[in-house]
């Protein structure tokens, strides 16, 4: 079944086993995961163990948010939990066990994706400010060492407007009825129509949010090598088991060596400009405000931007569930025709999956000037793990075309079904991926 058909739970279930956005969303329980929104013990998600999801979520107004859903150790759904929105009570419970109606699975199935939609936007808004920071970083500290100044102001020369697309279009402060009042005020329709925290986009409360991303931040920056293991809830031998990434790790597997090969590639070249550009580095993100730094290396520099990178490519496979009216509908359930804000989220989501720029992605040996070439031995480096990132999408294009498609499937749109397992690796970071 493809992608917009209205099997919400299918789609659930693809995209928490395939997207590393939605994937961190899961937590253990019992034999299986659940996706925890709310928790009656904890309702304003206040408690330090809560996970990052129900954090978000907690921030998200409005009606049938509060949905929690459990899966089986294949990631079929066991139960659904849903609670009322202000008093935290329980108002619908749906078990496999005792029978359900699959229409009823896929309502709120089609909640939830509404929820890890935001959830998501959360989490890939707060990477383009950690983008921006990093890749300034590096251009700055290697101003004298041209072979790596090369290759930093291939990105950094593409992140800033993303940078302030964040605080121009996404989070902004609530406006105060005065402000509400006054016409003529640019600032007030951008804070009603940001895209996360505006009431005519997701509506979040953007002063906890705030808070939230603020301390992911510094999550990220402080443990620099480990994103994945800090991002996930589940162990690494019950997500194997369960297939959740898999695709995706083959990727996330590369970095380390990939971090490794490049700091050595460029340290050979000059070994005392890389030096200096090193320890301008790490000092320039430590002197950063609104953020701690425990970057020590251009390693570490590497492993975080590349991870990051990678997991930002991931933004197709969820932000066109804002195409289908059955997700949209979440952003105001109790309305019973669209209205602008309706209109406004949905363009806003789905400027997300517009336009790209050729060979800006993770681990791309290409440079911005056609025919030009990195020093040798960072373009030796480059092209390696470029071909190896390679080979794995054409290993899954291959894998996909003969696992889940019959030949009369073939001349559908395989890259929308593609999508949704894993096919969107070929994403520019800092910009946006083809959909061929």
């Keep these: 079944k493809f992608f917009g058909n209205g099997n919400h739970s299918k789609n659930l279930q693809y995209l928490l086993k ?93 909640s939830a994706l509404y929820n890890l939609g935001y959830y998501a936007s959360c989490v890939h808004a707060n990477m383009h400010v950690l983008h921006y920071l990093m890749t300034a970083a590096l251009d700055e500290s290697s101003k004298e060492f041209d072979a790596m100044n090369e290759w ?27 402000d509400l009042l006054r016409q003529g005020n640019d600032g007030t329709v951008k804070d009603t129509y940001a895209l996360l925290t ?31 293991a800090n991002m996930l809830q589940v162990p690494k031998d019950k997500l194997v088991k369960a297939g959740i990434l898999t695709e995706f790790m083959k990727h996330h597997d590369l970095i380390p060596d990939y971090a490794r090969e490049i700091a050595e590639a460029l340290k050979s070249t000059d070994e005392d400009k890389f030096g200096i550009a090193e320890d301008r580095l790490k000092i320039y993100l430590k002197r950063c405000s609104g953020f701690t730094s425990r970057i020590d290396s251009l390693e570490d520099w590497i492993e975080l931007m590349t991870v990051t990178g990678i997991v930002h490519g991931c933004t197709l496979s969820y932000s066109r569930l804002f195409a289908d009216a059955d997700i949209l509908r979440w952003r105001d359930i109790q309305i019973e025709t669209w209205q602008a804000p309706d209109v406004n989220l949905h363009l806003k989501v789905l400027g997300t999956i517009c336009g790209m720029d050729e060979h800006r992605h993770v681990m791309s040996s290409s440079t911005d000037v056609v025919g030009q070439k990195y020093d040798a031995k960072l373009q030796q480096v480059l092209d390696t793990y470029e071909e190896k990132a390679t080979d794995y999408k054409r290993q899954l294009d291959v894998h996909i075309l003969h696992s889940h498609f019959q030949p009369e499937d073939l001349s559908q749109d395989r890259a929308d079904f593609a999508g949704d397992v894993g096919m969107t690796y070929d994403r520019r970071m800092g910009s946006r991926p083809r959909l061929s």
């Excluded at 948010?65 to 294949?74: K, L, P, S, T």
């Design 18 to 110: 395939t997207n590393p956005f939605m994937a961190a969303a899961l937590t253990e329980n019992g034999r299986g995961f659940e996706l925890r929104s709310f928790d009656t013990r904890d309702p304003h998600a206040e408690d330090p163990s809560a996970s990052l999801y129900r954090q978000i979520i907690s921030c998200l107004g409005g009606a049938d948010h509060r949905v929690n859903i459990r899966f089986d150790a294949d990631m079929s759904i066991r139960e659904i939990r849903v609670y009322e929105e202000n008093t935290g009570l329980l108002i619908t419970k749906l078990n496999k066990c005792l029978g359900w109606k699959s229409e009823e699975v896929d309502k709120w199935a089609s």
């Design 152 to 178: 930093a102001s291939f990105y950094a020369t593409n992140v800033p407007n993303k940078y302030g697309q964040v605080s121009d279009l996404l989070i902004r402060k609530q406006p105060e009825l005065t």
């Design 198 to 228: 505006g009431s005519s986009g997701f509506g979040a409360n953007g002063d906890k949010l705030r808070l939230i991303l603020t301390k992911l931040l510094n999550v990220w920056t402080n443990d620099p090598t480990n994103y994945i």
